[in-house]
């Protein structure tokens, strides 16, 4: 560890950071990239923090095109925010140089490394604590879509192609159920069969992307709770995070991600599925805040769909697990055997316990339609 430590503050120095480097430690619980909390010592009683990452190339594939969305986007959103008279420093992600020029470092060992700003006096949740923070998280989220409404869509790379083609995970779900290769199929062929009888399901919101029913926006594509930092005073969402999925999608995509996490009674890993169910007063509360959030720019089918985004981005996501388990858990970070079926049942259950409270998510959808 003390290794390690020393070869990741050498990995600091290689950014344009200020004072001297004191600390580092892992931080946060996300499933994809390593991220560090570096501390740095300016004088004798003032610290500057920053947040170092390791970039998950297996997952990001060009790190380079990654960056790029994340330099075009925060330039962006700071200039908004700047128009609005918030705090460019705070309220959006800022990328800190490499020393020698670019956004990235590329290590000897292959590794890609980026660095922000810490968002200081702020806090990220890995479940709903207070009904309120999931109120405010909504407000922000879509918020942030709404600022990114004029973004130009076209200069995007796609970081992951197909992220939320559900259809397109389903032909890739079916294919590691065909190759088996960690022969786990036997022991799952219950959720095996729920995403089987789910399959007609899977088409309809690419379907109506395709149509054009619903609007191809400019989205964040993976809006969990603690992808988002709540200001300790005000409560207010701050600043929203994980920025590596903002790509063309749809606002259902964000809405209902956020819905799977945070409407979640449970923890997304939890083992006693009897904890497990869709909260319909947090249900509530996201769809109130979300709609005001994105500031009327949601049409009436995509409001009337929002219970549908909630369910499919549910079923994906437990579909995805169960993908990475049935692959030799390759794509999300693991800390225990069997950690992404306990994710998938989390998921799974929650759709069961959607689709009995359907009308009443419909009845919310629709009075907060008219409220608006
Ligand atoms: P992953 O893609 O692995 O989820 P994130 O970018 O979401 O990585 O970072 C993991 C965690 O680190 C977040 O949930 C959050 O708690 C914390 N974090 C990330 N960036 C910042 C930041 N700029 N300021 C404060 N905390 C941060
Ligand atoms: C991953 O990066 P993180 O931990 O915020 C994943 C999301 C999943 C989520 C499930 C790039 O999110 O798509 O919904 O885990 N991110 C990526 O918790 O695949
Ligand atoms: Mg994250």
Redesign the pocket.
Known sequence: MEREKSELLQVAEKFEIEGTTETIEP???????D?FLLTCRLSSDVVCRY?L?RM?HEVFKDPKALMENIVGVTTFLQKKIIEHGGDPKREA?NVISVRKGGAYYQAEDGTFWRM????ED?I?YDIVERPEDFYESAVAFGHFQKLLADYPAESLHESIPNFHNTVDRLQRFKKAVAEDCMQRAKEVKEEIQFVLDREEDCHILCDMLASGEIPLRVTHN?TKL??I?LDHKTGKGI?V??L?TVMPGSALYDYGDSIRFGANTGAEDERDLSKISCDLELFALYTKGFIKGCGGALTEKEIQMLPMGAKLMTLECGMRFLTDYLEGDHYFKIHREGHNLDRCRTQFCMVKDMEQKWGQMQAIAEQYFWDV
């Not at 931080?27 to 990239?33: A, F, K, P, Q, S």
């Open positions: 931080h946060g619980n996300g499933h994809i990239n991220t947040i990452q998950n992600l922000y700003r810490f968002v702020a990220s993976d603690n992808n930092m600043c995070i994980d590596d």
